[in-house]
Each structure stands twice: as structure tokens, then as C-alpha cells.
């Protein structure tokens, strides 16, 4: 057995868990925080991104122990609680229509928001290369793209109005 | 309220991690289930020894086929033949030259023998579901390996190895439609004739959530409740409660959130099976999720139609008949031959064929179940005629977009019949071609193709114009229950696995209730208090549902008259209603929705006092035709040193009918598109033609589209209104991938013309290209 200690959206968490769990498995069925998804077996569907110590990590390619001392922050943690207003990515995946099904969302907006954790590059080809580990089933990706561009206008007042953005489409 | 493209009400649960999908529940006293699955495409089943997996530590019960039959159960009957397209009473297939429609019973666990890799064998039920998957492995099967046939066409060649006693030749069925002599009569004097074999690749559903199922079962009341993500819980209900022998009033199903359906998931899977009757016989709750490599295997898989097409053309390029040869691949077990329906209705698309025929063999292998993937047939019919027109118009010496033009159905013909039966009454056919080409400037697309050319690149362009058939089951229902406390309870048949029923349910109901949109609420996917309904599938919520929710808001509006027409003390007739809110002109008094809810509910309705519901409900179980329509063109760029393909342009214009929420309904295109381009372009499940062992069996080597798959888009929707339903709803779920291999494929012909006209093999992959284009060297 392995003593894990993580601070998890903010909140400092110790538990003994068996050595093999992965961070994953600690996140979603040791803390129930089960908005963090398992879509495949092999690390390839990002379902399961979350931060570790503010990097975007697939959370089924890292034991708990590995993470241990670390900070976490799932899609559940990107608010401050459940009443502040929605994470700016979050938003734009509700304004764009960037989810239907929903599965792959919460991975989808964890790798997003860490693209997004400086000003970045919004032509097609960066957001595309930063979203390769995730796949959706659902969207064709076009409306998670365009999100994310949503998203970074209403980060950072600097890259002007998305509207101008839209017309590539 | 209706038309316009507002974001989604269930969105925010599902962007904070709230969305609550069958793995993410957890019963008190849950254990877990694991399941052993064949190594082998065909192999008897001499012996199953459990003995050492019954001892492992953690293990609570192994359980094999046998044990099932023992307590007196029998197989899922999937009821793979389905509903004919026009006649809601009648199947779609009802004779077979082999006599009857062969249709096997789906025992959970095979007792003697498997019949396709990933068939689950056995079933161990454990603590946890590590120690479950470990104990798994202690099984010991002694197999007899049998020959294994995967390819539809070789397993109806003589001496191929058996599936099944009961399917000679391993067919299901076999059967003609249409009127095959004649056919081949017109053909025989036809001035041009073309022959052409299509082989649509067999594709993985790879909907993101894994399939995962809860069993209960109540021993005091000898009830069984299944949690498990679906596309429709009242099938689901149905099919187990016959296979436990129960009345189904004794069956529980609950979906909740469901992470995709794309087809498969309407049809019930022997896990779910598995885990009710376990937990009966362990006496807990049993708990299974499937992970991605038992997906790969297990879940049931999309298309695998072979197409053997043979059209006769007059000089001029129309076609004068239709003789088609389709082969479909069902697998190892009956679960659905739908694709086979709705392809073969189809296959005349949007083009006025005199006479069309076509011969139908279902063919049984060693592969997992096919099912209706999205499309389900029409894609298939859809690249057929699509293909036949653009070698018929090379060969004649015309203008693709000519051949077509020549062919469409003309709009003054509406309301037209099929050869195959089927009743056009609306769709622009040639004015959503030409749209598509003004918006692709087709014409404009030699120069393009030279600037590529001179850049070494291969350029192509290619069109296709397509319809549907949406069918799908036929019943629906839904209730609506106005309450005082100012909400609207909506109880439908149907459910969704994505497409927002939450949203568009609430905006049909807000724009014929005048109410706010976040008062009205849906309830879907738990039998508890779902009658009856069909799921979503074949372009069928809106549509069916829809005209439920007009129905029954118009009740409403009844009711509520005669309730203030009380009040007011006038006649019903003179009271009117508008924005919510119930008048009388003559008095000025007026009272709202929910105050006459609130008068219900404590004086009862008028002249029935014991009603104290301000309650709705209407319900179908016929066929409601609507046929969505458009025309697509795809550009693409062909490097001939790598053999990739580059999509550069795509345009779809689609008649979906009113679109109740575009934001969705362009949702639904993009995605659709997507599924169309992997299967097009890199998505297969490759299965090794010898031994029926899957080569792509995870995301590492199945070819799924990543972002970028969607090249630069002209997307439009139109609308040449339908009849025949109150929202003029024909369905956008399909309208992406319906046309989407026939453009790619026609694209791709166009930019390699140079090196052959034979058929790429789908899917057309950089090595499928390399090879086209340097088969010579």
C-alpha cells in the first residue's frame, strides 16, 4: 500500500491506497471525483487530462504515487466552487456547442485550458497539435476548435474580437 | 424560441464534470464482473474448467452459458428483421430463398462453441473488478479450433466453414427485391452498361464512453433493475425481460448519461444480460465496464456491405435500370439487418430511376455483430449511385454535375415514388446541387487544379446529392405535465446520447406554451416511468417526438381554455391564448399557465373534478415519412510521393427541415462528416482474412479522426418544407455522413484519373493511394 497525499482542487487529501493505482483510479474511485473519464487503455483518448502541479497530464499514464505531494486540479476544480461563474473555457465549450455527448468534454477542456494557460496561437494547426491527444467521437472537433478560440478572446482582451477568428470557417 | 441556435441547457453538468454516465454510479453491496473472451474466430468449446478461478482470491462466482440455460433462461432475441419503411405493420424482409428468416436466439455465454474473437466465454464476479480480470485468466478452455471465415462473400462459397445449423450457406436470408428480369431485360438492351463492385470497410462504433452496465435484482419481488447507457431503454427492457422470462413489468432499465450511440447501442449486448442474471444468482449488484480493447472487440461494429451494382445507361446518361447484387456482413450472432433495409429502400437516392431491383444475401461470419451505424445502409447506397454516375459520365464524355442534372428527379414531379416505394413529397434536389456547386465554385476548380499540379500535388473535386429514409421505430410517446409551482414536466419515449434533447424538447415546448425555456425540464431513459419510445436513432426524435410535443401542447392549450373559461365565466370559444397566458378579449381578464395548473390542481378540470393534473399525452405507432436531403462536394489534395490525402474544401448544403436548434443541427453535420472522413479516408477494422484475428484493436492502430479531420467548411441548410409532420422536421443526425464516402471517393477518382479508373479500396489510406498510383513501377 501506498500513503498518497495531494492537494485536489484545492483541497489537501491523504489516503492509502494499493501501490499499482493509478492517478486516475485515485480521482475517480478512491475521491469519487468521477467528472475525470476513462475512455481508453492504451493513453491515447485524453478523456482522463488533468493537471499535475499546473501541466496537463493524462491521469491513466501516472500512478497515484507518483503524483504524491503533488497538486491536482480536475475539471471539477477549475471553478473555485460550484457557485462561481464557469471557467472561461468551460464557457466557450457551452457557447460553441463544443460537446454532445459529453465524454470526452471534461479532458477535452483540461487540455484546452492548459493550451490556453498563456496567450497562444489561434491558427488551426496549433490548436489541432494541442488537441492530438484527445479524440471526440461526438464533434468533428470543429465546435471544440472553435472554443478554444473562444475562449482564448475572452482570456486575453489582447488577441481582439473573435468574431474576426470565425470567418475561417 | 424554435429556429433559434441557443447553447445547450444540459451543457453545464457536463463541462464541470457533473455528467453522471453509467460507470460513474455506484450501487450499495456493488461487485464486479470481468469477462473471459475467445482468443479464437471459431473454435468448439470441449471443456470449460472454472475450478481454479473459483478459488482466486476475491472471486465470488464464475459463471459460463451453461449455467444461464440451467436456470431455465434463454437468448436475447434481437429482432434483427426490422419494421418496413412505409408499412409500420409489416417487417422489412418477409421471404427468404431459404426458406425462413433465420434469426438465433443470443444465449449470453456460448455453451458449445465462439464464433468471433472477443466473445465472451465466461464470467467472473469478484470484490473488486482487478480481481475479477485476474481471475479471468485461471479459466481453462480447451478449445478445437475451427476455420474461420470473416469475408461476407467467401462465406457463402461452398465449403466455407459453418456458423451456424439453423443458416445453410451461412445465410440469413436471401432474398429479391423489385423486379429482377425486367431489370436485367432493360439492362441487356441498354446502350451503355457498367458493372462495378463496392466494398464499404467495416467500421468500430468508438463512441467515447465505455459500455458499462449495473445488474439488481430484488428477491422479494423477483424485479431486475439494469443502470447501462443506451440508446433506448424501453428496447431494452423488452429484450430482457423475454430473455429472463419475465413479464416486462418486472424489469427495471435505467440510462443515464450516455457517452455516444452512433447505432450499436440500440440493441442490447450480452453483458448487460449478464450482470441482471448474476446479480440474481449472487443475490448483490453487479457491476461491469467494458475497457477500449474489449470495445474493439465486443462492441458491434458499422457497415461491412459489399455492393455488386450493375446500371444500364441510355446515350445520354440517363439511367434506364438498376440491378443490384448486396451482400451484407451480420457476424457471428443475428442482431440486426437493418443497414440491409435501409440501404436497399434507398438505392434509387434522389435520381428518377425507371426500374431498380436488387438481390439481398445476409451473411453470417466469424466477425462481432454488425449493427446500424449511423447512416445505416444509406451511406452505402449513397457512394454506389454516386460512384455509378461519375464512370458513366466519364465514359459517356458529360460533365459530372450533367449526369446528375439529367437524372435528379425533377421538383414537379413531388410527391414522388421510388421504384423502391418510398414517397418523396418535398426536396429541391437540383437546386441544393447547384448550390453546393456555387458554394464549392466547382467551376472555378481547373485552375486550382493546376496550381496544384504545379506544386506536385494531385488535386480533386468530387459531388454527390443524397436523401434518406428515416425510419426507425415506430412508436413514440410523450407526456406533458404543467405543475402551479411554474415548471413543465415533459416525460418522453425517446432519449438521447448527445443530441441535446434537453435543449430542443424545451424550445418546442417554450414556443408553443409561451413559457420561459428554463421552466420545462425532460425526463428520459428510466422505465420506471418511460412507457413506451423508440431511443434516438434514424433521424426519429424530433420528428416523432416533436409532433408529440405539438399534440400535446395543444391539449394543454384545450384544457387550460376551458379551465378559464370557467373562471372567466364565457364560453371556451372565446377564450384565447397567447404567450403564456390564458384571455378574454371582451372582459380583459386574463390568467397565466401556471395559475390555471394551480386551479387544477385544487378544483380539479371542469366537469372532471378527480383530475387534478394539468396533464398531457399523445403517443404514435406509425410510419411518419421525412425525407432530409442535400447535395455535398469534397477538394482534396493527393500527394503522390506519400499517397496522403489532404482534404482542402468540403461544402454541404442540407434540407434537414426546420431546424429546431441550428447551433445542434450543424453539430450533428460536423459530426456525421467526421465519422464519413475516418471511414473514407483511415478508419477500418482490419480482421486477418485466415485466422479472424482483429489487427486494429485500439486507438494505437485504428485509424480514428483527430482534430483537423475537417478541412475548411461551406456549410448550409435549406429547407423545401415537408407535410408530414407540424414541425417540418425531416432529420439532421444523418445529413453529415450520408453523402460524405461518395463525395471523398468521387474527389479522390478525379485527383488519380491519370493512374486508373478501377475502385481505391476503402478505407483509402496512404498506402492504399502510394499503391494506386504506383502499381506500375
Known amino acids: 500500500m501506498a500513503e498518497i497525499q495531494l492537494r485536489v482542487n484545492g483541497e489537501d487529501v491523504t489516503r492509502e491506497v494499493p501501490d499499482e493505482t493509478l492517478l486516475v483510479e485515485f480521482l475517480r474511485e478512491t475521491l469519487r471525483l468521477t467528472g475525470t473519464h476513462v475512455g481508453c487503455d492504451t493513453s491515447q483518448c485524453g478523456a482522463c487530462t488533468v493537471h499535475l502541479d499546473g501541466v496537463s497530464v493524462k491521469s491513466c ?23 462561481a461563474p464557469l471557467h472561461p473555457v468551460q464557457d466557450a465549450f457551452v457557447q460553441c456547442h463544443g460537446l454532445q455527448c459529453g465524454f470526452c468534454t471534461p479532458g477535452m477542456i483540461m487540455s484546452s485550458s492548459f493550451y490556453l494557460r498563456q496567450e497562444p496561437s489561434l491558427d488551426e494547426e496549433s490548436i489541432c497539435h494541442a488537441l492530438e491527444g484527445n479524440i ?3 464533434t468533428g472537433y470543429v465546435n471544440i476548435i472553435e472554443a478554444v478560440r473562444h475562449a482564448a478572446h475572452a482570456m486575453y482582451p489582447s488577441l481582439g474580437d473573435a468574431t474576426t477568428e470565425d470567418a475561417t470557417r | 424560441m424554435i429556429g433559434q441556435p441557443i447553447p445547450r441547457l444540459e451543457d453545464r453538468r457536463f463541462v464541470t464534470g457533473n455528467g453522471q454516465y453509467t460507470d460513474d454510479l455506484r450501487v450499495e453491496g456493488q461487485v464486479h464482473a470481468a469477462f473471459l473472451r475467445s482468443p479464437h474466430a471459431h473454435a468448439a468449446l470441449r471443456s470449460i474448467d472454472v475450478s481454479a478461478a473459483r478459488e482466486a482470491p476475491g472471486v465470488i462466482a464464475v459463471l459460463v452459458g451453461q449455467d444461464y440455460l440451467d436456470d431455465g433462461f434463454q437468448g436475447v432475441d434481437h429482432v ?28 449470453p455465454l456460448p455453451i458449445d462453441r465462439v464464433r468471433y474473437v472477443g466473445e465472451a466465454i465466461a464470467m467472473v464476479i469478484a470484490d473488486t473488478a482487478l480481481a475479477a480480470r485476474n481471475a479471468t485468466e485461471m479459466i481453462e478452455v480447451d478449445y ?3 476455420g ?14 459453418r456458423l451456424w445449423a439453423g443458416a445453410a450457406h451461412n445465410l440469413c436470408f436471401q432474398t429479391q427485391i423489385g423486379d429482377r428480369n425486367e431489370a436485367r431485360r432493360i439492362i441487356a438492351d441498354a446502350p451503355f452498361v457498367l458493372t462495378r463492385e463496392f466494398h464499404h470497410s467495416r467500421v468500430v462504433n468508438c463512441q467515447m464512453e465505455p459500455r458499462a452496465a449495473i445488474g439488481m435484482f430484488d428477491a422479494e419481488s423477483g424485479a431486475y433493475t439494469l443502470i447501462s447507457g443506451s440508446q433506448g431503454a424501453v428496447r431494452q427492457k423488452l429484450c430482457l425481460a423475454a430473455a429472463l422470462k419475465v413479464p416486462p413489468s418486472q424489469v427495471r432499465v435505467v440510462c443515464p448519461d450516455t457517452g455516444g450511440g452512433f447505432g450499436p447501442r440500440s440493441f442490447i449486448y450480452v453483458e448487460q444480460l449478464a450482470v441482471v442474471w448474476a446479480a440474481r444468482r449472487i443475490g448483490r449488484p453487479v457491476k461491469w465496464t467494458s475497457d477500449r480493447s474489449e470495445a474493439f472487440l465486443s462492441d458491434y461494429q458499422g457497415r461491412d456491405q459489399i455492393v455488386r451494382a450493375t446500371f444500364g445507361f441510355s446515350r445520354d446518361g440517363r439511367i434506364l435500370a438498376i440491378d443490384n447484387e448486396w451482400i451484407g456482413n451480420v457476424g457471428a450472432h443475428t442482431v440486426s439487418y437493418v443497414p440491409m433495409s435501409n440501404g436497399t429502400r434507398i438505392m434509387t437516392t434522389v435520381y428518377d430511376v425507371p426500374l431498380a431491383a436488387v438481390h439481398i444475401s445476409a451473411v453470417m461470419t466469424n466477425t462481432v455483430p454488425t449493427a446500424p451505424y449511423r447512416g445505416a445502409g444509406r451511406p452505402e447506397a449513397t457512394h454506389v449511385i454516386e460512384r455509378m454516375l461519375d464512370l458513366a459520365a466519364a465514359e459517356l464524355g458529360l460533365d459530372r454535375a450533367e449526369i446528375r442534372r439529367r437524372n435528379l428527379i425533377a421538383h414537379e414531379k413531388l410527391p414522388y415514388r421510388s421504384p423502391m416505394g418510398l414517397t418523396y413529397d418535398s426536396g429541391e434536389f437540383a437546386r441544393n446541387m447547384a448550390r453546393a456547386l456555387e458554394l464549392a465554385q466547382w467551376d472555378g476548380f481547373e485552375a486550382r487544379r493546376a496550381a496544384s499540379r504545379a506544386n506536385g500535388m494531385l488535386r480533386g473535386i468530387g459531388l454527390a446529392n443524397y436523401v434518406e429514409s428515416p425510419v426507425g421505430a415506430p412508436r413514440e410517446r410523450i407526456e406533458l405535465t404543467v405543475l402551479p409551482e411554474g415548471r413543465i414536466d415533459i416525460v418522453s419515449g425517446t432519449q438521447s446520447t448527445g443530441q441535446g434533447h434537453e435543449t430542443t424538447f424545451a424550445q418546442v415546448i417554450a414556443q408553443h406554451l409561451g413559457v420561459p425555456i428554463a421552466s420545462i425540464a425532460l425526463r428520459t431513459g428510466d422505465t420506471a416511468f418511460v412507457s413506451v419510445g423508440g431511443g434516438s436513432h434514424s433521424d426519429r426524435s424530433m420528428r416523432l417526438g416533436g409532433m408529440l410535443l405539438v399534440d400535446t401542447a395543444a391539449q394543454i392549450v384545450m384544457l387550460g381554455k376551458r379551465v378559464a373559461a370557467e373562471l372567466f365565466d364565457v364560453a371556451p370559444e372565446h377564450v384565447s391564448f397567447a404567450n403564456g397566458v390564458f384571455s378574454d378579449a371582451a372582459s380583459s381578464r386574463e390568467i397565466g399557465l401556471f395559475e390555471v395548473a394551480a386551479h387544477v390542481a385544487r378544483d380539479g378540470l371542469p366537469g ?9 399525452e399523445a403517443e404514435v405507432n406509425t410510419r411518419v415519412p421525412a425525407h432530409p436531403t442535400g447535395a455535398a462536394v469534397c477538394e482534396l489534395e493527393v500527394d503522390p510521393d506519400t499517397g496522403v490525402v489532404k482534404l482542402v474544401n468540403y461544402t454541404s448544403v442540407d434540407d434537414v427541415g426546420q431546424p429546431i436548434n441550428p447551433l445542434i443541427v450543424e453539430g450533428q453535420v460536423h459530426g456525421g462528416l467526421a465519422q464519413g472522413i475516418g471511414q473514407a479516408l483511415s478508419e477500418t ?22 482534430a483537423g479531420v475537417i478541412p475548411r467548411l461551406n456549410l448550409e441548410l435549406t429547407e423545401d418544407p415537408t407535410h408530414g409532420n407540424p414541425l417540418r422536421v425531416k432529420g ?15 474527389a479522390l477518382a478525379d485527383a488519380l484519373s491519370e493512374y486508373g479508373t478501377d475502385e481505391l479500396a476503402m478505407p483509402a489510406t496512404p498506402k492504399v493511394v502510394w499503391e494506386f498510383i504506383h502499381r506500375d513501377a
Do not use: W
Not at chain 2, 81 to 93: S, V
Not at chain 2, 687 to 699: A, I, K, N, P
Open chain 2, 144 to 146: 478445437d479450433v475451427l
Open chain 2, 148 to 161: 474461420a471465415v470473416v469475408n461476407a462473400a467467401d462465406a457463402m462459397q461452398e465449403g466455407a466453414p
Open chain 1, 61 to 83: 499514464t501516472v500512478l497515484a504515487a507518483q503524483a504524491s505531494g503533488g497538486a491536482v486540479t480536475t475539471v471539477a476544480g477549475l471553478r473555485k466552487d460550484e457557485n
Open chain 2, 608 to 616: 372532471e373534478r378527480a383530475k387534478r393534473t394539468l396533464y398531457a
Open chain 2, 80 to 107: 434483427p428483421n426490422p419494421i418496413d419503411a412505409i408499412d409500420a405493420t409489416k417487417k422489412a424482409f418477409l421471404t427468404s430463398s431459404t426458406g425462413e428468416i433465420f434469426n438465433q436466439l443470443h444465449v
Open chain 2, 732 to 746: 439532421g443526425g444523418e445529413s453529415g455522413i450520408t453523402p460524405a464516402t461518395a463525395t471523398i471517393f468521387n
Open chain 2, 685 to 706: 477494422c482490419y480482421v486477418d482474412r485466415e485466422t479472424g484475428q482483429v489487427l486494429s484493436g485500439s486507438y494505437m492502430d485504428y485509424g480514428m479522426p483527430r
Open chain 1, 136 to 138: 471526440c467521437r461526438c
